[in-house]
């Protein structure tokens, strides 16, 4: 595997794979690698010539209160993981030069951006935006792969690529979760074993709000059910969001009619905080007719 | 002559063209071309194997009392033009297509924005950022060309190429002038037979104010010599700005000593409305040491 750590060198080398003819595959990250990215990975691989991964804690989506200084590093663990795959091409670029002095460019999807998690975290979006295209620019990918448990991350960065008319495909791969049920989280490892226990509630409850609408409750009775099921859990300290949005616009369904929605697709989406981390979940159902 | 209408045309074009090795350079513009246009894209022919040029009046560069509509649009002239000059492929895509319903996306370069054209045109220069990144998307090229006309314009696009790791080269090239020393514009055009004698006061101006800094003049002197030079003009109905400024931030210098810029370029730069039209025009001077 080869390590490159500045800019020009990655381009360089991507322009020098795209001459040879051979097809480019990335998956973005911020390290601290967990089953859910192997999955992009092992996908990308089968899908193309050259496999790429970055591994960049990108300060920009971080507000000034989160977790940019404590978010988990493990360079060695993830190295090693990204050579047992077979990756071809770790990029691990510094913020320096990710963001030098007098940087002031910035991508924004806006509508998008201002629901779910853009609410509790203003300008991430705009962070994700930014680094993903200037990732693109550098890594020149014919193909780049995200996961649905950041389903609003890749819904914006879907409707980047379209509204700018990136030369890149975007494809998004399935949730991988823990036995218990809990989507794989780089920030998992911030619970103690009593949280890391209480977490299941998330996947608990995207379940039963499933199985609620699947017996046809409507949309208000699910968006409670699903509040009361986050809320019994001693250990989920706040619940930032917990409702059935439209997985197109991400509005909030909850005062709709859901037979307005009779045998399309509907989000059911959470955030809560529990101990120290903010752990996020989802799934799509596809109300009958 | 090829004309392309179509984005996904273009972006086909433009990798075949990649893949066969040649070097593509493009020269974007909104039409009712003149010779500023045309030096640009006799530059371009003759460092890259194929010459693109766009035609787009884009809206989103617009303010909701400006221009779009009345913009002089003459594309039977510019093909002519362009086919005399040996143009390899015109590109001409539809705001329909360019910005198709939930169009959603844009790209902003803070700080420089907000300077000259950008207090009087808000939200302009995020609309030439987009669509020159929306442009670079789509005609993939390895060099582009930008007028010093529009100074402001080439430095927030060398600003926003360099901070998203664009993989273009942005070359600049010298304003045209008309032989009385008139800026080429597509919005002279809007001028009366009066009004256009009136307009040559720009130039004028800016000479007067390069002589004065090279016989020692302090800034703030320029700046009113400046604009005492052009309210002498009858058909001047505005000055939006006209004064001494840094080439690289943009900052009004009026107020700074000139000793600090011994042996460094200036920017005298000018925006007058003059009859129905905004009219711009700047020059770098160094000053002596």
Known sequence: MKVIEHIGQMQETSRALRREGKE????PTMGALHEGHLSLIRRCKEENDTTVVSIF????????????????RDLEGDSEK?????VDILFFPSVEEMYPEGYSTYVEVEGL??????????????GVATVVTKLFNIVMPHRAYFGLKDYQQALIIKRMVRDLNMDVQIITCPTVREVDGLAMSSRNQYLSES?????????????RAKEALERGEDF???K??????????????????AS????????????RQREDYSGSEVLLAIAVIIGPARLIDNMLVRLRD
Chains 1, 2 share one sequence.
């Open 24 to 27: 480019i595959g990335f998956v």
């Open 57 to 72: 804690v990108n300060p920009t989506q971080f507000g000034p209160t989160e977790d940019y200084e404590r978010y988990p």
């Open 82 to 86: 990204l050579r047992s795959l077979g």
């Open 113 to 126: 951006s201002n629901h779910l998690c853009g609410l509790f975290r203003p300008s991430h979006f705009r």
């Open 195 to 207: 949280e890391r226990r209480s977490a299941t509630v998330i996947y608990r409850t995207l379940l």
């Open 220 to 222: 208000g009775t699910v």
């Open 224 to 241: 409670t059910l699903m509040v009361e099921t986050l809320s019994s859990e001693p250990h989920v300290k706040e619940i930032q969001y």
């Open 244 to 255: 059935v949005y439209d997985p197109e616009s991400l509005e909030d369904l909850s005062q």
